[in-house]
């Protein structure tokens, strides 16, 4: 089963700063990396999928680079609705994992 | 609009069946790739299950294998889950997901049913 590592646990940052999300797999999984956002009392939304592209809807300020084992996810001024906690997940191999998380909240 | 809305969660005891339902509306799930994944409270998703595009694939995670079944109901438009055996540990929300267009990515996601496994 590959590893997903995702740091730091915790960002605290205010509104219209940039964040910057990491990942790391256990091996490589390609291109084949999503990012999903969570906020309470509801069910993850995908945001980036195969690494880079961003899923209908989702606004610009939100991008995702990387290959192989390192990944990151980048949002680039962040508004109100923003914090809340970032998974990453592969679709390299069965199963498919997540990552334990990182929450973005305000400082 | 694209949706997905999950019945059938509830309480059960250690042992027992629960059959999970999720219902699309604003897109068919026949041909997509449709999953189950659960989350125990305030821990990170689990992928639980997927069925491929065209019903002839399925996979499990280790923790359900020989339990649970992934199912598609292409004239009700309907995924199921069936989950035999049910253990405490198998206590968390499920949700169902699939991608709304034809690739793998799940975009659409039920708005999750609580399973509950206790005595």
């Known amino acids: 089963e590959i590893v997903l590592t995702q740091s730091p646990a915790t960002l605290s940052l205010s509104p219209g700063e940039r964040a910057t999300l990491s990942c790391k797999a256990s091996?490589?999984?390609?291109?084949?990396l999503a990012w999903y956002q969570q906020k309470p009392g509801q069910a993850p939304r995908l945001l980036i999928y195969d690494a880079s592209n961003r899923a209908t809807g989702i606004p610009a300020r939100f991008s995702g680079s990387g290959s192989g084992t390192d990944f990151t996810l980048t949002i680039s001024s962040l508004e109100p609705e923003d914090f809340a906690v970032y998974y990453c997940?592969?679709?390299?191999?069965?199963?498919?994992?997540f990552g334990q998380g990182t929450k973005v909240e305000i400082k | 609009e694209v949706q997905l809305v999950e019945s059938g969660g509830g309480l059960v005891q250690p042992g027992g069946s629960l059959r999970l339902s999720c219902a699309a509306s604003g897109f068919t799930l026949s041909r997509k790739w449709v999953h189950w994944v659960r989350q125990v409270p305030g821990k990170g998703p689990v992928w639980v299950s997927r069925l491929n595009a065209d019903g002839t694939s399925t996979n499990y995670a280790d923790a359900v294998k020989g339990r649970f079944t992934i199912s598609r109901d292409d004239a009700k438009n309907t995924l199921h889950l069936q989950m035999n055996s049910l253990r405490a540990e198998d206590t968390a929300v499920y949700y169902c997901a699939s991608a709304s267009g034809s690739g793998w990515w799940p975009d659409c996601w039920g708005q999750g049913t609580l399973v509950t496994v206790s005595s």
């Open positions: 997940q592969h679709r390299s191999s069965w199963p498919p994992t």
């Open positions: 091996q490589s999984v390609s291109s084949s």
